[in-house]
Nanobody
Framework: QVQLVESGGGLVQAGDSLRLSCASG???????MGWFRQHPGEEREFIAG????????WVKDSLKGRFTISKENGKDTVYLQMNSLKPEDTAVYYC????????????????WGQGTQVTVSS
């Protein structure tokens, strides 16, 4: 099991930006990393993914233009840059490793982070 350590969540106002980070303790053999989020009472949803080399990305259509995923290969760290935040972005955000970007669309992951709370006030 790979330890994923997330950071960067917090309380912000609508319109602000946040950058979430997720550091992988070691290369797990997974081919991709990604971000999910979970609103209270709802299922966890896949919102962004990147392959291990950082050359391919996927972002949920409704978040394109505001959310960007990137990866720092030397540190095996993935970032989620979130701009123009809205109250509906309030959720617990989870980092994951997975066999591939598309596997995460099916909810298939190898390891999960512990989650970090993002709260956006209006």
């Amino acid at each position: 099991q790979v330890q994923l350590v997330e950071s960067g969540g917090g309380l912000v106002q609508a319109g602000d930006s946040l950058r979430l980070s997720c550091a992988s303790g070691r290369h797990s053999g997974s081919a991709a990393m990604g971000w999910f989020r979970q609103h209270p009472g709802e299922e966890r949803e896949f919102i962004a993914g990147i392959n291990w080399s950082g050359t391919r990305t996927w972002v949920k259509d409704s978040l394109k233009g505001r959310f960007t995923i990137s990866k720092e290969n030397g540190k095996d760290t993935v970032y989620l840059q979130m701009n123009s935040l809205k109250p509906e972005d309030t959720a617990v955000y989870y980092c994951a490793t997975a066999p591939g970007i598309m596997s995460m669309t099916l909810g298939t992951v190898d390891d999960w982070g512990q989650g970090t709370q993002v709260t956006v006030s209006s």
